[in-house]
């Protein structure tokens, strides 16, 4: 059946021209132009034509379908500035715009790093992409060393296959990197984001952010390493602040030890944060193991030093009372704008 597109043509002008406002005009583009409009339904009559008719109707249809947009362009710059009977009242507060603000992790990341900068370490970053000598066989986590598991990481394919790269497990490859281009005596801190293949849940993500210490001298001690770390305590968790240092075992480290704070939730007293015992462990520390420092060209017969580390997370959970870590990566603004 033949179709008159020269009647559909005046049919959608008339309806332009009589268009009062903006809200008409629009309401025409969407009767004639819009995806079930008048001149979508003419494209699909296309199929049911004659071959030889196809191509000329479909250059037609294109044809009214262009002239009809710039008619309805047109016909609209006479409603530009046209407000459709409402009153703009200029005596109105303007809305004012969303600023952004430092995530409340970073926060807590420059704070730790403010601390130890007053204590005399300097900050220290070291990159994303680690390779698997620095990120394990420097540290003394050997391919066969059972800890290796807790630390796995993951690899990225690079075309020198005997060249592996991987994503940091932890910021203590840092530790090599800092002895070899800050030569001791020195003492550093490292901030930075490691990743670990581990399920996603309440306190754990497959990425999350740590802080590294590491200071090497002629004559350091244990005692060095309590006095800084109380000192931190003392400033991050306020004054009166208690540690506990239990023996453990880290690789890159001996001896090692975890260290609990005295919980500041409620005044050691015990409760359901630090479990009714009084205590909340916080970070992991030790002196630097001698095959650290031979990793690294210092020698471990000359020198000597201590290391700590801690996850940005677990201090910024405790301090602000959070208890999944989830709700740090979920961008809920209900959240992020308390900080």
């Given at each position: ?19 009062a ?56 710059r ?47 970053r ?7 000598f ?37 910021t ?6 800092a ?5 001791p005596p ?36 244990f ?6 770390l ?16 239990r ?29 009714q ?13 001698p ?31 959070i ?17």
């Amino acid at each position: 059946m033949p179709v008159d597109l020269r009647s559909f043509e005046q049919e959608a002008r008339a309806a332009i021209e009589a268009a009062a406002d903006g809200r008409a005009l629009n309401d025409v583009r969407v009767r004639y132009l819009g995806r079930k409009g008048v001149l979508q339904e003419l494209m699909g009559r296309i199929p049911a034509l004659p071959l030889e008719e196809r191509r000329g109707f479909g250059a037609a249809v294109n044809g009214l379908k262009k002239a009809l947009e710039e008619a309805i362009e047109t016909k609209g710059r006479a409603f530009e500035g046209q407000t459709d009977g409402r009153v703009l009242d200029v005596t109105l507060p303007g809305l004012r715009p969303l600023t952004g603000r430092r995530h409340p992790l970073m926060q807590v990341e420059q704070e730790i790093c403010a601390i130890f900068g007053r204590l005399g370490l300097k900050v220290f970053r070291g990159p994303e992409v680690e390779t698997e000598f620095n990120n394990f066989e420097a540290l003394n986590i050997p391919l066969e060393h059972p800890s290796r598991d807790a630390f796995d990481t993951f690899y990225i394919k690079t075309p020198d296959k005997g060249r592996k790269l991987l994503l940091r497990s932890h910021t203590s490859p840092s530790q090599i990197r800092a002895l070899k281009q800050c030569p001791p005596p020195m003492a550093v801190v490292v901030p930075g984001r490691v990743y670990r293949p581990d399920a996603v849940d309440a306190s754990h993500s497959f990425m999350f952010h740590q802080v590294e210490g590491l200071a090497v001298d002629t004559d350091i001690r244990f005692s060095d390493l309590k006095g800084v770390l109380i000192a931190f305590a003392a400033e991050m968790f306020g004054a009166g602040t208690k540690l506990r240092f239990r023996p453990s075992f880290f690789p890159f480290t001996e001896p090692s030890a975890e260290v609990d704070v005295s919980c500041f939730i409620c005044g050691a007293k015990g409760c359901s944060v630090c479990k009714q015992s009084g205590w909340l462990e916080i970070l992991g520390c030790g002196m630097v193991h001698p095959h650290v420092l031979r990793s690294a060209g210092v020698d471990p017969r000359r020198w000597r030093g201590y290391a700590f580390g801690m996850g940005v997370e677990r201090i910024a959970m405790l301090k602000y009372g959070i208890h999944d870590i989830r709700l740090f990566f979920e961008n809920d603004l209900r959240l992020l704008e308390q900080f």
